[in-house]
């Protein structure tokens, strides 16, 4: 299995598309930040940094189409083929593109937050209002928050991904399953404290405590939950295909 993950490794970091997705993360990141900063710098220290250190929609998109580009683009460069052929047994091939996607999604939600706190550093010493109040417990919490949310949204692009076999039409699914169907069903429905934007905001903002909302602990049950699901459907269906 170490083998295929790196081979998967050597793959997403040979694309172009991988970095260009991993600087716009970044640049999500960044844009966060100094939006929670401008934001909310009438609100007191404490409120407007929790804003600065909240995750990224930016973000959280861009991850899950770099999980989607992983797993559906050998199917269009036809190389799928010759990735089979190597390793028959594609559970391996789909858990190592979920895995190198994670590690990628990870790293990003790690350095989501000192990279916010360094923004929020230069808009305060630039004059920008506002003051740091946020102390290293809560970035912590903040930090595995997003890293959770980033991760199980990439998870679920792979698992998009291995199903449509396009990157074109994986990207349009996951997009509006996820952040237009999932948040309409959300808004009307029971399935508002179940939802993937729900989620997500939990995990994004630790700090949440809306009616309707779940706990940080069930949110992260329910990430793992669903993109553990959605890989499991993906590998099962991938398994009984032609290639």
């Known amino acids: 299995m170490g083998r295929q993950i790196a081979a998967e490794w050597i793959k997403a970091r040979s694309l172009r598309s991988t970095w260009v997705l991993i600087g716009i993360a970044v640049l999500g990141v960044v844009v966060q930040a100094l939006t929670g900063a401008i934001t909310f ?9 929790l804003n600065v250190l ?23 460069s036809h190389s799928i083929a010759s990735t089979y052929t190597a390793t028959a047994d594609r559970r391996r091939v789909i858990l190592a593109k979920v895995v190198v996607a994670i ?12 990279l916010s706190r360094l923004v929020a550093a230069i808009w305060f010493g630039a004059g920008g209002a506002g003051h740091w109040d946020a102390g290293l417990g809560t970035a912590a919490h903040y930090a595995y928050g997003i890293a959770i949310s980033y991760a199980g949204f990439a998870a679920v692009g792979v698992a998009i ?16 399953g996820l952040f237009v169907l999932d948040a309409i069903l959300g808004s009307v429905s029971f399935y508002s404290e179940y939802s993937f934007t729900t989620v997500a905001a939990v995990l994004g903002d630790p700090d949440v405590h809306q009616g309707g909302f779940p706990r940080f602990g069930s949110a992260v049950a329910l990430m793992v939950l669903y993109a553990g699901l959605l890989t499991g459907i993906g590998v099962a269906i991938e398994r009984r295909r032609d290639v």
Do not use: D, K
């Not at 909240?54 to 269009?76: K, M, P, R």
């Not at 991904?161 to 509006?176: K, Q």
């Open 41 to 49: 710098s009438g609100e007191p220290g404490r409120v407007q940094s």
């Open 161 to 176: 991904g291995v199903l449509t076999r396009s990157i074109a039409i994986g990207v349009g699914i996951a997009f509006f």
């Open 54 to 76: 909240s995750g990224s929609v930016l973000t959280l998109i861009v991850v899950t189409i770099l999980g989607v580009v992983l797993a559906a683009g050998e199917y269009g």
């Open 103 to 114: 590690a990628i999604a990870v790293a990003i939600g790690l350095l989501s937050v000192p």
